[in-house]
C-alpha cells in the first residue's frame, strides 16, 4: 500500500504552472530549454516513468526554446545571431544527424537503466558548467578548418540532448565560449538557434514510438505548463544582463547535482 502511495501522481494545475515558470526563467534567462531542471521534476515529483517524462520534457524545452529567442531580442538582436549563421550552422551539422540517433537510442532503453543514464549525464553537464562558463569570449581555442572539424562535437550534443528531452544548451553555451570564443550572453542565444531545430528532429523520431501518446493523455497538464513556461521565458528574458553569470551558473550546478542523485535513487 505504501509504494502505491508513493507513486501516486501529483499533477495538480498550480503545481505545473508553477513548474513551468520556474524552469522557462531559468531557461530564458542562461539559454537553455530548462529540461535538466524540469525532468527531475517530471520524474521525481509528478511520477512520469521516465521515457514518458523525456518526452514530456522534449516538449517543454520546445516552447521554451521558441519564446526565449524572441524575449532575449531585446539584448540580443535577431541581427547579431543572424551574424554568426557559420557557426550556428557548423554546430547544426552534427547535432541533428545525433538528435535522431539519440532519439532513437532511448526508445530502446529500459527504464532502469535510462534512469541511470539520465543521472550521469547531469552530472557531466553539471560539471561542464561550473568548468567552461569561466572561459575567456573572443578567446577560441581553434581557428580555421581545426575549429570546424572540433564543431563535430555537437553531433554528441545532440545525442544528449535527445536522451534527456533537453535543448542541449547547457552542452552548447560551453562549446561556444571556448571553442569559438563567443560572449556567454550571445553564447545564450547562439545556442537557442541550434537547439530548436535539433530538438525538433528529435521530437518528430520520439513521434513514431507509442510512448509519445503520453502527450494526449496529459493534454491538460502540458498545456498549463505550456503557459507558465512562455511567462517564464518572459521573465528570464527580462532578467537577461541584471543577474550575473558568476553567481548563477554555479547555484544552477549545484541543482544539477541534486536533480542527478534524485533521478539515480529511481533507477
Same mark, same amino acid.
Do not use: C
Given at each position: 500500500?505504501?509504494?502505491?502511495?508513493?507513486?501516486t501522481p501529483?499533477?495538480?494545475? &498550480?503545481?505545473?504552472?508553477?513548474a513551468?515558470?520556474?524552469?522557462?526563467?531559468?531557461g530564458g534567462?542562461?539559454?537553455?530549454g530548462?529540461?535538466e531542471?524540469r525532468? &527531475?521534476v517530471l520524474?521525481?515529483?509528478?511520477?512520469?516513468a521516465a521515457?514518458?517524462a523525456?518526452?514530456?520534457?522534449?516538449?517543454?524545452?520546445?516552447?521554451?526554446?521558441?519564446?526565449?529567442? &524572441?524575449?532575449?531580442a531585446?539584448?540580443?538582436?535577431?541581427?547579431?545571431?543572424?551574424?554568426?549563421?557559420?557557426?550556428v550552422?557548423?554546430?547544426?551539422?552534427?547535432?541533428?544527424?545525433? !538528435?535522431?540517433?539519440? !532519439?532513437?537510442?532511448?526508445t530502446?532503453?529500459?527504464?532502469?537503466?535510462?534512469?541511470?543514464?539520465?543521472?550521469?549525464?547531469l552530472?557531466?553537464?553539471?560539471v561542464?558548467?561550473a568548468?567552461?562558463?569561466? !572561459?575567456?569570449?573572443?578567446?577560441?581555442?581553434?581557428?580555421?578548418?581545426?575549429?570546424?572539424?572540433?564543431?563535430?562535437v555537437?553531433f554528441?550534443?545532440?545525442?544528449?540532448?535527445s536522451?534527456l528531452?533537453?535543448?542541449?544548451?547547457?552542452?552548447?553555451?560551453?562549446?561556444?565560449?571556448?571553442?569559438f570564443?563567443?560572449?556567454?550572453?550571445?553564447?545564450?542565444?547562439?545556442?537557442?538557434?541550434?537547439?530548436?531545430?535539433?530538438?525538433?528532429?528529435?521530437?518528430?523520431?520520439?513521434?513514431?514510438?507509442?510512448?509519445?501518446?503520453?502527450?494526449?493523455?496529459?493534454?491538460?497538464?502540458?498545456?498549463?505548463?505550456?503557459?507558465?513556461?512562455?511567462?517564464?521565458?518572459?521573465?528570464?528574458?527580462?532578467?537577461?544582463?541584471?543577474?550575473?553569470?558568476g553567481?548563477?551558473?554555479?547555484?544552477?550546478?549545484?541543482?544539477?547535482?541534486?536533480?542527478?542523485?534524485?533521478?539515480?535513487?529511481?533507477a
Amino acid at each position: 500500500m505504501t509504494d502505491i502511495i508513493e507513486k501516486t501522481p501529483v499533477r495538480n494545475q &498550480p503545481a505545473s504552472f508553477g513548474a513551468g515558470t520556474l524552469i522557462g526563467a531559468l531557461g530564458g534567462l542562461i539559454g537553455l530549454g530548462g529540461a535538466e531542471f524540469r525532468l &527531475p521534476v517530471l520524474i521525481g515529483f509528478f511520477n512520469f516513468a521516465a521515457l514518458e517524462a523525456v518526452i514530456l520534457n522534449k516538449a517543454m524545452s520546445l516552447v521554451v526554446v521558441a519564446t526565449a529567442l &524572441p524575449f532575449r531580442a531585446g539584448t540580443i538582436p535577431f541581427g547579431l545571431i543572424a551574424e554568426n549563421w557559420l557557426i550556428v550552422a557548423n554546430l547544426l551539422a552534427g547535432s541533428l544527424f545525433g !538528435a535522431w540517433i539519440g !532519439a532513437g537510442w532511448a526508445t530502446r532503453l529500459r527504464s532502469e537503466t535510462l534512469y541511470k543514464v539520465i543521472a550521469a549525464l547531469l552530472v557531466v553537464i553539471a560539471v561542464i558548467l561550473a568548468f567552461g562558463h569561466d !572561459a575567456t569570449a573572443g578567446h577560441p581555442l581553434l581557428m580555421g578548418t581545426a575549429q570546424v572539424i572540433a564543431g563535430v562535437v555537437a553531433f554528441v550534443i545532440g545525442v544528449v540532448a535527445s536522451l534527456l528531452g533537453v535543448a542541449g544548451g547547457e552542452l552548447l553555451i560551453p562549446t561556444l565560449v571556448l571553442l569559438f570564443g563567443a560572449d556567454i550572453k550571445l553564447a545564450g542565444s547562439l545556442s537557442l538557434a541550434v537547439s530548436l531545430p535539433t530538438m525538433l528532429v528529435g521530437f518528430t523520431r520520439y513521434s513514431r514510438d507509442q510512448s509519445f501518446s503520453v502527450l494526449g493523455r496529459n493534454k491538460a497538464f502540458l498545456l498549463v505548463m505550456a503557459a507558465g513556461s512562455i511567462v517564464g521565458t518572459f521573465i528570464g528574458g527580462l532578467l537577461l544582463g541584471i543577474v550575473p553569470n558568476g553567481v548563477l551558473l554555479p547555484a544552477l550546478t549545484f541543482i544539477l547535482l541534486i536533480s542527478a542523485v534524485k533521478v539515480w535513487r529511481h533507477a
